[in-house]
């Protein structure tokens, strides 16, 4: 008898962590595949005979239409269902790199660049339904903690692979190889079956149910949130090295290093985050409670200049510190998410990263211009502090709303 009642439920474990894995295989190909051209900028320089201002723009249209799209893609993902606009996504997002292997110009490469922006803004709503309707509910902040640890990884390895593609096959193949990934991934992803999410899939008695807004004021601020969010470490991300190095007199080995140590340790953070999710319910406050403590220490970094190892040490714990709040943020928008409602939550809310991505290069890099290094961990700090205060007004509005 125990045989027969542990079947069903250890059926349901298989299914859960199938799932989980094929989500994250999705995620780690959307940030490899966001890295692919800036790594291949100086082969794309030299076919092309453009300058970096000219590259970078690519990227701006990249980005601009990933934040442009990413909630109305929500809407299709709820209506059409995660699956298929994930496929979508990943098939998209691989061919645009395999066109551009085979025709390349510089209008291929905007192209290019409009394409993989639309493939971006898939990810987030459509992985985010299906892990929020597929995960067991207990170990919700874990599954969230184990997606965003695999973005964080494809960007982390795509250098290496990008530059070992390139050496075996040259940059037209790199571009080739990269794209046929996101093509592979998907057919990996209809191999593996991974379940459907999305409030197209009525259930019985449910026809008649009112719809619900899903702009509310919650998502509102959330969406703000997830600006503050990536404005309170791109500039590190982005500028980190440049600004220690003149601000600081720190060495390019030491401010690397120290940068390295930074994004591995948010790789770790992730992780732990998510163990933490899964034991507290308010994950407002523990959000708020690690950005307090990453501002008093990027605040020293910002006053001080630190020996190489303390400032090595210093940056460890504050990229640990910012990866930490990643699950908790991502469960925020589940609790705030209407029911059924899932994709849109998540496509509007990521918008704000995207609204983020650009601002930050022209800001810190305006702080640059003004020979200000020390105000790219200044101005980091504002928007930590301005993090804090929003996460803990976040928390509090199912509370006041009762």
């Not at 308010?282 to 690690?290: I, K, N, S, V």
């Not at 990263?353 to 790219?376: E, K, R, T, Y």
């Amino acid at each position: 008898m125990a045989d027969v009642l542990a079947a069903p439920q250890q059926g349901k474990t298989d299914s859960a962590l199938r799932t989980l894995t094929g989500i994250s295989i999705a995620h780690w190909v959307s940030h490899f595949h966001l890295l692919v051209l800036p790594m291949l900028f100086p082969f794309l320089k030299s076919q092309l005979g453009v300058g970096y201002v000219e590259l970078g723009f690519a990227l701006t249209v990249s980005a601009v239409v990933s934040g442009l799209t990413q909630a109305p893609t929500g809407y299709l993902v709820d209506h059409f269902g995660a699956r298929k606009i994930l496929l979508i996504g990943l098939v998209i997002g691989g061919l645009s790199l395999v066109l551009l292997g085979l025709h390349l110009s510089y209008a291929a490469l905007i192209t290019c660049a409009v394409l993989l922006g639309l493939a971006n803004s898939v990810y987030h709503p459509a992985n985010y339904a299906i892990l929020a309707e597929h995960m067991d509910e207990a170990r919700m902040g874990r599954a969230f903690s184990v997606h965003t640890f695999a973005g964080y990884f494809g960007g982390a390895v795509a250098p290496a692979i990008v530059a070992a593609l390139v050496t075996v096959s040259g940059g037209f193949g790199a571009l080739i190889a990269s794209g046929a990934i996101g093509v592979l991934c998907a057919l990996l992803l209809v191999v593996m079956n991974i379940p459907d999410a999305g409030a197209h899939r009525k259930k019985p008695g449910n026809e008649a149910a009112p719809k619900q807004a899903v702009i509310t004021p919650a998502l509102i601020m959330l969406t703000v949130l997830f600006m503050l969010l990536n404005l309170s470490v791109a500039g590190i991300n982005n500028f980190g090295v440049v600004a220690l190095m003149s601000g600081y007199a720190a060495s390019y080995s030491t401010a690397n290093v120290a940068l390295t140590a930074f994004l591995g340790a948010g790789a770790v953070g992730v992780l732990a985050g998510g163990f933490l999710a899964d034991r507290t319910e308010r994950h407002g406050q523990l959000a708020a409670a690690c950005f307090a403590a990453n501002a008093a220490i990027v605040l020293l970094i910002a006053l001080v200049a630190l020996p190489g190892l303390l400032l090595t040490v210093a940056m460890t714990v504050a990229g640990f510190l910012s990866g930490v709040i990643a699950p908790s943020r991502d469960m925020l928008v589940r609790n705030a998410a209407p029911a059924g409602a899932a994709g849109r939550a998540f496509g509007i809310v990521s918008t704000g990263f995207n609204i983020g991505g650009i601002i930050s290069p022209l800001l810190f890099g305006w702080i640059m211009d003004q020979n200000a290094p020390h105000w790219v961990f200044g101005a980091s700090v504002v928007f930590m502090v301005a993090t804090v205060f929003l996460s803990l007004l976040t928390e509090r509005r199912p509370e006041s709303s009762k």
